[in-house]
């Protein structure tokens, strides 16, 4: 079993910074695929299932070394982890018969098994590269396909268990940060006009569209009607004029707002290099503050990698799996608050 | 004028260190004595006033340098940091014609002129020394009796505008920080009892009882039909009792709270080390916790001697006098988080 290679490690495909501006972080795309003949998986038997799933795992292609997750033998701080990495979904998780992940050992390639679909194929790259990810992912899709009989109408395109992801069968999602257009106010009326573009948003660690982190995720809405290309081009015009609209509320706190922005900043380095009790949603918000002053050139103690890493570290489930044991909130607290010091050089004499 | 000796000097006789723990910062002597065949302050023309106030400056003892501020002559600022400072009484500051303070050059020693009384002589010492101050403000006492007929009867001992001063005219209060006996929610019922032993109490930078400092005044209440050690004996116990309560208190936190009392110093320092607006009511609150740090071994970033006097730096009137011009409130957060980052050697580099 490999899985405490891909549960201890905290990279999640984009801890290294892609582009200066760092507002993209990362790039995910998904294909949803079907075998032929075979129900979708909420009608499988146990053995149906597992059928479907050694089949799937035995059709992996050998250029590239795969780690199997059986989720039958999965701990639960280890799910955890698979679900806040992006690697697996909840719905997957939450299964056990013939419910399995394959993981490439860069963990930039994933293939949940019998989740909705019998197979849900994901890339995950740094920054804001659609275009790599979908020559990486249909790479992926057509070694796949040469072993698989996969259900494809003429008219349909792929088929799929929910008429949502029918057609291509293609969500490309890209996680954002938006820390100015969030203090500035302006992010309510940006994210209203994104469904007219065939586009979805929520707030990635926290409740629907809010996000303590400043981070979101931006989806196509849309598989159907449309060719990958031009679902891509989209997603691409539509990122692009969000980042300028950010770099321009950065240009406006720096002019306008400049003393209360290095106090944000400021007062978030503070917290997080000598806090002795971090609660992960805190640990958010100042991680967001820290990574918008890395940004703006106001916070010279922390790199981007660092703060990238520092975020994804901070998240509950690795926590947890770090201490192998079951914790408390208050010692899962304090862990958090002992590996923000850390990165910022701090110990025990504040 | 010396005025500005005074004024821009954060001096407030208790900057020093006196003891290890520094519950008690300063112990405050005052007493209260008129002139014979005057009336009292508020019955006496201008003129009357001035002569009060030189017949008052030409019996101040030679053996000490005097610097006398008439309040005719003080700027709003200057009289902002008297008070701050606890040289002068809002009373007197209000006022014009023959109001005066007199000052020695260590600012241990103050006379206010034409306050209530004709004179209120006042003594200020690092720690908890009663006993010194009565030696010191007894002798300033003896030498300005020899040169003036101060007012006394028998029966009723000092004569002074208000009863309650009657009798020895002294007051003596003591400054203490009692941040662990606040947070374990004790103080209420300790500041109870403290009428009954004839003592009164009020919260330092706050409102009422209330204290964002942590820091409390404690004063004896009653003047007349108890001699001065009787009243200085008193006081020293009761003190002495509250030490050793906050004492046990820190004890009890340090044993049962330690995690949540690093976390809470923790933050303050990192608030105070890294913001660029600082609110004078928080800044207290934050520089509270630092003392309580550095009194517990948390701390070791600031020395008791650097905290004490940021506490005081940090307050309204002496920032605005730093200034030497009228700040708006923003103006002066800022200039108040400069001056706690350079405390914690931080420049702008966070």
Redesign the interface.
């Known amino acids: 079993m490999a899985v405490d290679k891909i549960t201890s490690m905290p990279y999640a495909g984009w801890i290294e910074p892609w582009d200066e501006r760092q507002i993209v972080l990362s790039t995910r795309l998904r294909l949803a695929r079907n075998i032929n003949g075979r129900p979708f998986p909420n009608r499988l038997t146990d053995a149906e299932a597992e059928a479907v799933a050694k089949e799937v795992i035995a059709a992996l292609p050998e250029d590239r070394q795969w780690h199997v997750l059986h989720m039958s033998e999965l701990l639960q701080a280890e799910k955890g982890v698979l679900l806040e990495k992006h690697l697996a979904s909840r719905e997957l998780l939450q299964q056990q018969a013939g419910r399995a992940l394959a993981v490439n050992d860069e963990q930039t390639l994933a293939v949940m098994i019998n989740e909705e679909d019998h197979l849900r194929m994901q890339a995950i790259l740094p920054g804001l590269q659609p275009e790599e990810g979908w020559r990486q992912i249909s790479l992926l899709d057509d070694q796949l396909a040469a072993r698989l009989d996969i259900a494809y109408d003429q008219r349909l395109g792929f088929l799929t268990a929910c008429p949502s992801n029918l057609g291509t069968g293609l969500r490309v999602s890209v996680m954002v940060h938006l820390p100015a257009l969030a203090m500035t106010g302006k992010l309510d009326a940006i994210f209203r006009r994104l469904p007219q573009a065939g586009l979805t948003v929520r707030g990635v660690y926290g409740e629907g569209s809010q996000s303590q982190s400043g981070l979101y995720q931006i989806s196509n809405q849309i598989t159907l009607g449309h060719s990958e290309d031009d679902i891509i081009a989209q997603l691409r015009q539509l990122v692009e004029a969000i980042i300028a609209q950010e770099v321009q509320a950065r240009e406006w706190l720096r002019r306008n707002k400049g ?2 922005l ?2 944000a ?3 978030a ?9 971090l609660a992960g949603r805190e640990a958010m918000e100042q991680i967001s503050l820290v990574r918008l ?1 890395v940004a703006m050139g ?4 922390i790199s981007y990698r660092e703060v990238n890493l520092l975020m994804v570290s901070c998240r509950s489930a690795l926590l947890q799996a770090s201490a192998q044991k079951e914790l408390t909130t ?1 010692e899962r607290d ?1 862990l958090r ?1 002992d590996m923000a010091r850390k990165y910022f050089g701090g110990g ?3």
């Open positions: 003393l209360q290095a106090d900043v400021g007062r380095v503070g917290v997080l290099a000598n806090a002795h009790l002053g106001l916070c010279r103690r208050e304090a608050a025990d004499a504040v």
